[in-house]
């Protein structure tokens, strides 16, 4: 039976592939990471520097890979990995990361730190290291199907109640539909006005589509926590409704990390390629607008910006797609000073929405958006994330700032269809 | 004795080691290998790498500003290195007489003192950056700190040896860099080689995805 830490030291070492050991090769501790974070900058503290928060794995690296740690650990000289250098980690790479990957832009050495820092949440769930709020979320989702606890009777309690508010038509369980739209549990509980917006869009440009009741959710616990097994088993659960409803091609939602999860790491993480394609919900509607399937009339007249959130911007490419959906309608559309590959994070990305702990930390750390937003004067702030939609509504309350109003995308786009 | 030392059988083992070491160092990487990408690129991942090795020399306009001092101080240090190692006049003598068989113009004196002192003052300002900074003072390894102590001793040894008083300080400088030869591949120093693959992984990784790193 081993112990916590001998879970964690064994897992980190099996983290090690060619890429960590070039990274890890070519840092030469020069900081520019932190000059990105904005944990760093708005908390001032160095321990929240991107490359720092990879200690543990650069201690097993340096220890068990290279030549000098290898000499120094058989002669006693290493400093072997304690429970500390684990338990101490937690707080960092949980509460002070919301894996934007901005420090991984910027480093002179090419280094992906929120690569390095994803893998050093697999070896700090694996030694039981994992806070609380974040734990929970992730037993939810494996016993119930959902992080927030929703079940197959609350999504069709909230269909009912959005088909006969809104008068539309919500496919369930259709076989062979064009489209399968996954959602994010907020999406059903706080932003179901998303739900009616891909009912009223696919509609108007008369495609099929369906949601599932067998499993809905596209948001992946085991990746915010660092745990593979949890996520290959979430994985799984999309890809069996998917193939079993035959579609061509699945949606991911206003999501960010389920977009990132589901289009780019599935397949690495399942070890196959899937049997469908897999789309943003902009991609498609970008689609459908340059196939001239999606028409807009009237016009936005109120200033408004975007935030990207960063998992479909920054590490899913979703660039474009957004910017060219509101210029369709929205009149007054000004940019933030540092967006779209380059923005700021909402603070709550990595599953730190999550982490109740990390609030102060995160809504200290939104003062970078907040300064953002005062410089714009908009009073509109769209993005394409359930999760920063909320990020950024409580850290907007936190800083008196409602007269911003934060509006989902598809949602504004279904506001405007011809 | 030193001096036949120096000249002799360490220079070769320096350089024995210096290859076969970051020859080591790089197939280590290889070796690992990386698994196929499962997902369905959006572009070639082989531009992402290239472009990302190229961008890589230049800071983001959105982070420029922050890291200013670095940057110059970089250029100033890495640069003036460089350009001391293969326009040196004893340098290129040397290079051609033990390794190529050709030389090349070499720099007269008066602009390798002042590549010199350009290349001094850019490694002393980012030493003291890394003693002084909070980051990177945290940051730093017993490592990185040799690492800089070894190549300053070469290249100070290198500026008292250009002026040939002595056959002395010649052979001093010769035996610094043999330490550093030695001590190379299993440093930090590495950086100096494994950026390149480094900003490949990197670059591939966001260039399928459409991003440019």
Known sequence: MSTPLERGVETLKAQVDARVEAYFSSCTGCGVCAEACLFYLESGDPRYTPIYKTEPLRKVWKNDHTLLGKLSSSIGLSEPMTESDLSDWEELVYDGCSMCSRCSMVCPVGIDIAYLIRKVKEGLAAAGFVPEGLQMAGERALELGSPMGLTEKSLRNAISGLEKEAGVKIPIDVEGAEYLCMLSSAEIVMYSEYITALSKIFSAADITWTLSSKYFEATNTGVQKGDSGLAVQLLERMVKVATELKVKTVISPECGHAYTTFRWDGPNILGREYPFKVMHILELLDQLRADGKLKTSGSFDERLTYHDPCNISRRGGVLAQPRQLLNQFATNFVEMDECGEMNWCCGGGGGVSSNERAEPLRLKVFNIKKRQLDALNVSTLVTSCSNCRTMLEEGLEHNEMENIEVIGLTELLADHLE | ?213
């Open chain 2, 1 to 213: 004795m030193f001096e036949q030392l120096v000249d002799g059988i360490l220079w070769d083992i320096a350089l024995v080691i210096f290859f076969v070491g970051i020859l080591w160092r790089i197939i280590d990487v290889l070796r690992r290998g990386t698994r196929r990408d499962l997902s369905v690129p959006r572009n070639s991942g082989v531009p992402g790498a290239i472009m990302a090795n190229i961008r890589g020399f230049f800071p983001r306009r959105e982070i420029a500003p922050r890291v200013r001092m670095k940057v110059i101080a970089g250029y100033m240090f890495h640069l003036g290195l460089l350009i001391l190692l293969f326009f040196a006049a004893p340098h290129v003598k040397f290079i051609a007489e033990h390794i190529t068989g050709f030389s090349w113009a070499a720099m007269p004196y008066w602009a390798f003192i002042v590549t010199a002192q350009v290349a001094f003052a850019g490694l002393i300002l980012l030493w003291i950056h890394r003693l002084l900074h909070p980051v990177t003072r945290l940051i730093s390894r017993r490592d990185d700190h040799v690492g800089a102590i070894l190549v300053f001793l070469v290249m100070l040894t290198g500026c008292m040896a250009l002026a040939e008083i002595s056959s002395e300080l010649r052979v001093f400088h010769r035996f610094t860099v043999e330490l550093l030869m030695i001590y190379f591949p299993f440093s930090a120093l590495m950086h100096a080689i494994m950026f390149v693959p480094s900003r490949a992984y990197s670059g591939a990784t966001f260039g399928r995805r459409g991003v440019n790193l």
